[in-house]
Nanobody, 122 residues
Framework: QVQLVESGGGLVQAGGSLRLSCAAS????????MAWYRQAPGKQRELVAG???????NYADSVKGRFTISRDNAKNTVYLQMNSLKPEDTGVYIC????????????????WGQGTQVTVSS
């Protein structure tokens, strides 16, 4: 089991910055990939950025060059640094963990945090 707790959301003006944090607890060693998704009003949930246990990253085209995902293994925390924020970045940002556990069988699960609101005003 993995529990994810996000923090760092808030209200900022366009062009501003925010840093989101996602702290993981539980079966930390089983996490293969952690990612940030966002849910904008009237839109489907979309992948914003992801980072694997090996450190590889990927980003949505809309945030490349502005957002950076990183990890602190000692703190079991993943961060999303968001710069040059735009009104279209507004939404609920949700942390996701993809876990794989191998015992006598392979188990894959996805865990979700509660989300943190990011609002960017123009």
């Amino acid at each position: 089991q993995v529990q994810l707790v996000e923090s760092g959301g808030g209200l900022v003006q366009a062009g501003g910055s925010l840093r989101l944090s996602c702290a993981a607890s539980g079966s930390i060693s089983s996490i293969k990939v952690m990612a940030w998704y966002r849910q904008a009003p009237g839109k489907q949930r979309e992948l914003v950025a992801g980072i694997s246990s090996g450190g590889s990253t990927n980003y949505a085209d809309s945030v490349k060059g502005r957002f950076t995902i990183s990890r602190d293994n000692a703190k079991n925390t993943v961060y999303l640094q968001m710069n040059s924020l735009k009104p279209e970045d507004t939404g609920v940002y949700i942390c996701n963990a993809h876990t794989i556990v191998v015992v006598t069988a392979i188990y894959e699960r996805f865990y979700w945090g509660q989300g943190t609101q990011v609002t960017v005003s123009s």
